[in-house]
């Protein structure tokens, strides 16, 4: 059963144009949001992540935007660009417990940022 | 030093051989693990390290050995492997195993012939 699920699967974007990549989740436990980056070949980046208690966070081109009551949260790309495309995986976890600090990840979406 | 390292950064090996990979950070993290990633999926969890005692094994085949040596160090020995075993093998790290950020490496790129 997938904890975290992610879409779209893939996402073609113009240069300057606004990425949308959206998750939600089930666990109501879950405390932590990352977003990460992967380029092509390499290990993926921690991009940005949230806690639940706050709705939004913004670095630089970069925003979170999290519905607790949906159980949905989302990363936006302002002004994409060329050097944005990669596959970007979503995760959560939660702090405590049995399965604590353990990373459920989205399946991924892989975008491309067109010049 | 803000970084994961991981050696080598491609292995090719027969089914018979024996190897190592081998990953290291100097951030001061307590809890380190090993992740298999295929290609256009997600990194799947094999291993948790946390203080240097494996603390989560995800039913990993015997064929996968982990090792941690000191609380820098993270070794993953491989032994009479498959090539369906063939994937990207990426470490990580983070401050204490809590819901810390983890920090991933660049991976070894393993090809079993």
């Known amino acids: 059963q997938q904890q975290v699920k992610q879409s779209p699967q893939s996402l073609i974007v113009q240069k300057g144009g606004i990425s949308i990549i959206n998750c939600a989740y089930e666990n109501t436990a879950f405390d932590y949001f990352p977003w990460y980056q992967q380029f092509p070949g390499k290990g993926p980046a921690l991009l940005i992540a949230?806690?639940?208690?706050?709705s939004e966070k913004k670095e630089g081109r970069f925003t979170i935007s999290f519905n607790k009551s949906a159980k949905q949260f989302s990363l936006h790309i302002m002004d994409s660009q060329p050097g944005d495309s990669a596959t970007y995986f979503c995760?959560?976890?939660?702090?405590?417990?049995?399965?604590?600090?353990?990373?459920?990840f989205g399946r991924g979406t892989q975008l491309t940022v067109w010049p | 030093d803000t970084e994961v390292t991981q050696t080598p950064k491609h292995l090719v090996m027969g089914m018979t051989n024996k190897k190592s990979l081998k990953c290291e950070q100097h951030m001061g993290h307590r809890a380190m693990y090993w992740y298999k990633q295929k290609a256009k999926k997600p990194p799947e969890l094999m291993f948790v390290?946390?203080?240097?005692?494996?603390?989560i094994n995800e039913s990993v085949p015997s064929r996968f050995s982990p090792e941690c040596p000191n609380s820098s160090l993270l070794n993953l020995h491989l032994h009479a492997l498959q090539p369906e075993d063939s994937a990207l093998y990426l470490c990580?790290?983070?401050?204490?195993?809590?819901?810390?950020?983890?920090?991933f490496g660049p991976g070894t790129r393993l090809t079993v012939l």
């Open positions: 990580a790290s983070s401050l204490k195993y809590s819901g810390s950020e983890q920090f």
């Open positions: 995760a959560a976890s939660i702090g405590g417990g049995s399965t604590l600090g353990r990373l459920y």
């Open positions: 949230i806690r639940p208690d706050v």
């Open positions: 390290y946390s203080y240097e005692k494996l603390s």
